[in-house]
């Protein structure tokens, strides 16, 4: 099977480093011209100058900070104002991690602020687009701890569920217009914030960090680490006409690690 998305235009979110990179470079390697969005712009610059542009591809960059809705939503609308998108990567970086004892209905704010709003808000921007073209991909970036919650990451668990429910409610309206809108639950993947969370798990475990990642490839059943090409290689076929009737879905990414039906 060959995905060609030449033609198509895609916004990746979180995509100056780990699995929002992985995904905008293989989005580029099958024809899609892809627009990073990060926080950091120098990376960003340096990423679009090694993608593939074999097939006439055209790469741009949005600075942006996810953190901060007030100055995350002038940017993203101007955005939309001056471009269209046909695929849509929802990805943002994780909130702190910490049990629900931890956190403050303040920090339950920041991590809805980060993880939901952005991810509604440029949604309903690029909707626009893609029902007048009656075309559309919609790809958010969850967590298996939707279905499994890990109790370490309370505000994680919490608000990815609430994306993860709205995106099964916005796939229903918009099926009829050629949009699919799907949720990839992630597993463990080599990427810094494994290695963050790895850090502190050390130092609250009070074991190596080489230990902890021990443990946490054991707990997998394929006894490994996912890396992110592998992420990029499914979000790439969800993007593609190859997936037009998958849509309203929880796809996980894990090695085997969900326990759950």
């Not at 969370?197 to 050390?202: C, D, G, V, W």
């Amino acid at each position: 099977m060959k995905i060609s998305l030449v033609g198509k235009n895609a916004l990746v979110g979180g995509s100056s480093k780990g699995i929002g990179e992985a995904i905008a470079r293989q989005l580029a390697a099958s024809g899609a011209n892809v627009t990073l969005m990060a926080r950091n712009e120098a990376k960003m610059k340096e990423l679009i100058a090694e993608f593939d542009v074999d097939q006439g591809q055209e790469h741009n960059y949005v600075v942006v900070d996810f953190s901060s809705f007030e100055t995350f939503k002038p940017t993203i609308f101007k955005f939309f104002q001056e471009n269209t998108i046909d695929i849509l990567v929802n990805n943002t970086q994780g909130p702190e991690a910490g049990g629900a004892l931890e956190k403050n209905v303040e920090d339950y704010q920041q991590a809805f602020d980060l993880l939901f709003k952005s991810v509604v808000f440029t949604t309903e921007l690029a909707l626009t687009h893609m029902q007048q073209k009656q075309w559309g991909r919609i790809i958010n970036v969850a967590s298996i701890s939707v279905r499994e919650p890990l109790n370490y990451l309370a505000l994680s668990n919490s608000i990815r569920a609430a994306v993860v429910t709205w995106a099964k409610s916005l796939s229903i309206d918009v099926a009829k217009d050629g949009i699919t809108v799907n949720n990839v639950l992630t597993g463990y993947f080599d990427t810094d914030r494994i290695t963050q969370l790895n850090a502190k798990k050390s130092e609250k475990l009070g074991i190596s960090e080489l230990e902890v990642r021990s443990n946490m490839e054991n707990q997998v059943p394929s006894k490994r680490i996912g890396d992110p090409e592998e992420y990029g290689f499914l979000v790439t076929f969800l993007a593609s006409e190859k997936s037009a009737y998958i849509t309203g879905t929880n796809i996980p990414i894990d090695g085997g690690l969900l326990k759950s039906l």
